[in-house]
């Protein structure tokens, strides 16, 4: 009888976290929508900022956006990492190229951390390219993949953009995505370090040149 | 007391309870978000009984924010009708993938058109607005609510909900996708044309 409860208990906590992880992962079109909407709204925002007639409303306006905005894709990102472990990658039913979608994201973000995407329009065009790909590569499987296994009429075509019914193809995505990541990760902490040490030079020398 | 056989039907049920949950919930929205649209000349009318600029700012911002959001809002909770399983498992509204493709009509002319000032824009967003709420609200209560009781209404609900009518719900929701990306494209293009304008000079301009 406690073997029974015991492996009833294991079965329904495995199928509990499958049921959950499977249901952020249908979320996330939701969060990628939200994110493409918010990116793309930015001619309005911008058109209500210059409707309204005092400095403070339009700060607010704008300061709101953008809150949002980044937030989001924050959010994104981060349940979107959540989602290429390779644990929960490999064996459950995912979007094939869900971890080279994220790595995208996370590319856009560098873009926006390094960058000034509000006021520079190369900046903006490369992180909305690289936020509609990224969207692309996530959307694509799982409405034709994850969310169509039960279409017969699109043959191989969804288990092919499954993660877990196409191992062949998804364990050197999700390689090829951690490597991206460690990159990625490595280029901020680089660029940062250099950054933080730049302006003590300059602290440093104009310390120096107070004292003179 | 549940058995192991009954595990994976325990979590179909909660994945139903959500998602019929959120398609309830959508009747809501899309009342409130035509509400909120056609209340537009009350929100003028009691911007202009403000004595003070800032009130009148914030006036007109929250009301802004809490259209289009909810129109956003309509939108993204309607992904659900562009998974086909899902479509397939749920009785849903038939065309509640056209009233999403209706919503995202709607938040690109409100990005590539005038905005409020543009009144023939504002008709058109209603017009699609009011079209949305009908394919989304009439399925729903004639459909999916009505074709769960006994009564006259048999035929009638069975063709307007997904499940009884997956021949035309399928198409009708690859149909919505293309709208959807169609459309989609369209606000990259306009974006990325549209990108010139720093914010900081726009900035400066709402004090002139």
């Known amino acids: 009888m406690e073997e029974m409860d015991s492996e009833l208990v294991t079965t329904l906590v495995n199928a509990g976290k499958s049921w959950l992880v499977l249901t952020i992962a249908a979320l996330m079109p939701t969060f990628w929508a939200l994110t493409l909407i918010f990116q793309f709204a930015r001619p309005y925002i911008v058109r209500v900022l210059r409707g309204l007639t005092l400095r403070f409303g339009a ?68 992180v909305s390219l690289l936020l509609v790909a990224a969207a692309s590569l996530y959307f694509v499987p799982l409405f034709f993949g994850v969310e169509a296994i039960d279409q017969a009429y699109l043959g191989e075509i969804p288990a092919f953009l499954v993660s877990a019914t196409n191992p062949s193809w998804a364990w050197p995505i999700l390689l090829l995505a951690l490597a991206g990541y460690a990159a990625t990760g490595s280029y901020i902490f680089w660029r940062f370090m250099r950054t933080l040490r730049k302006g003590t030079a300059s602290v440093t020398e104009r310390s120096t040149e107070a004292a003179a | 007391m549940i058995s192991l056989e009954d595990i994976p039907s325990f979590f179909e049920a909660a994945e139903i309870f959500l998602e019929g949950t959120i398609a309830a919930v959508l009747v809501v929205i899309w009342l409130l978000v035509v509400a909120l649209h056609l209340a537009r000349p009350y929100m003028l009318a009691n911007l202009q009984k403000f004595t003070l600029r800032l009130g009148a700012d914030l006036w007109w911002i929250i009301y802004l924010a809490f259209r289009d959001g909810l129109v956003v809002l309509a939108f993204v909770l309607s992904f659900m009708f562009f ?41 058109w967003q209603t017009w699609l607005l009011g079209l949305g709420a009908v394919l989304y609200i009439v399925p729903f209560v004639f459909g999916v609510e009505a074709g769960a009781l006994p009564g006259p209404a048999g035929e009638v609900a069975a063709f307007l909900v997904t499940t009884t009518n997956p021949s035309w719900a399928i198409p009708l929701t690859y149909v919505s996708m293309a709208i959807v990306g169609a459309l989609g494209v369209v606000a990259v293009a306009y974006n990325l044309r549209e990108s010139a304008l720093p914010v900081s000079r726009a900035n400066a301009q709402a004090d002139t």
């Open chain 1, 59 to 126: 700060d607010v306006w704008w300061l709101s956006y953008v809150l949002i905005r980044d937030a989001l894709m924050l959010l994104t990102f981060a349940i979107g990492t959540s989602l290429i472990l390779p644990g929960l990658y490999i064996s459950m039913p995912l979007p094939l190229f869900a971890p080279l979608s994220t790595l995208l994201l996370f590319w856009a973000l560098v873009f926006k951390l390094f960058g000034e995407a509000d006021d520079d329009p190369r900046t903006f065009r490369a």
């Open chain 2, 83 to 123: 998974l086909p399983d899902v479509v397939g498992m749920l009785p849903l509204p038939l065309t509640g993938s056209l009233a999403a493709a209706c919503a995202f009509a709607v938040l690109v002319l409100k990005l590539v058109t005038g905005g409020d000032a543009d009144i023939r824009a504002f008709i």
